[in-house]
């Protein structure tokens, strides 16, 4: 059955670039930006902070109750709220990124994480960015994305965001991490990172902002188009 309000998911690889596209083309449309990886980001901080044992799946279990998670979007930037208290930068560190991709890959997690993303998507036309939307949370969007560039380009472009906001991180650690969280989030059992059949490749390689927004606009324009 094909949802009410417009769903635009945009999947794809760690680092290239799909939250920047994504709130462009929220904020070109007017319509609601959902960042699928703060979330699993947000419940990772919560876990770290409290010293569970994210190998422990009954632990992470026994938690999740605990966890409660809002958006506040205000400007098109992800403002999370995590048990009250806005933790969009906190999450963003290494040490989240390190032990988001172990988090995820645990059932349960994924069970109330897109329980909740689904709740949000019946709400209002939006646009969607993480690992499995177009194939588990929304297999009926709209229109899809899934995105993809070269690994060392993803790891330049990531590394100077961390720096600039003086992260002390090497290229390496970056690169590292990046493959990594490809491996496992590609591996994993629970709704493992893959194209929908029906997903449009984006490789922006060599594309800037304007261009990657210009595809996607492009993309939105000719469904409507169809559709109208
Ligand atoms: O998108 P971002 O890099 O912030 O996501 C962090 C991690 O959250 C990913 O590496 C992945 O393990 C997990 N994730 C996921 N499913 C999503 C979004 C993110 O498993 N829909």
């Known amino acids: 059955m094909k949802q009410k309000n417009i769903i635009i998911a945009i999947d794809g690889y ?8 994504a709130k462009a083309l929220a904020k070109y449309l007017n319509y609601i930006y959902i960042d699928t990886g703060a979330m699993y980001r947000a419940v990772t901080l919560y876990l770290l902070r409290n010293n569970i044992d994210i190998y422990n799946t009954r632990a992470v279990e026994d938690a999740l ?30 040490e989240v990124s390190d032990s988001v991709s172990t988090v995820s890959a645990i059932a349960s997690v994924r069970k109330e994480m897109v329980k909740q993303q689904q709740r949000l998507g019946k709400a209002a036309n939006i646009v ?33 965001e961390l720096s600039s906001k003086g992260e002390k991180v090497t290229l390496e650690e970056v ?4 493959a990594h969280r490809d491996y496992m989030d590609t591996t994993r059992k629970e709704s493992p990172l893959v194209r929908a059949s029906d997903a449009i490749i984006l490789d922006n390689t060599e594309l800037n902002e304007e261009q990657q927004l210009a595809f996607a606009i492009n ?10």
Not at 14 to 19: A, E, L, N
Not at 140 to 155: E, G, S, V, W, Y
Request: aromatic letters at 8%; one cysteine or more; hydrophobic letters at 35%.
């Open 65 to 94: 109750p605990h966890i409660h998670l809002s958006f506040q979007s205000a400007d098109y930037q992800t403002h999370i709220i995590l048990n009250g208290q806005e933790v969009s930068d906190e999450i963003r560190k290494m």
């Open 219 to 228: 993309e939105v324009e000719a469904y409507i188009k169809a559709n109208s």
């Open 175 to 178: 690169f590292n991490n990046i």
């Open 14 to 21: 760690s680092s290239c670039g799909k939250s920047t596209l």
């Open 128 to 160: 969607m960015d993480g690992r499995d939307i177009g194939t588990s949370v929304f297999p009926d969007a709209h229109i899809k994305l899934f995105m993809t560039a070269d690994p060392k380009t993803r790891a330049d472009r990531r590394y100077r």
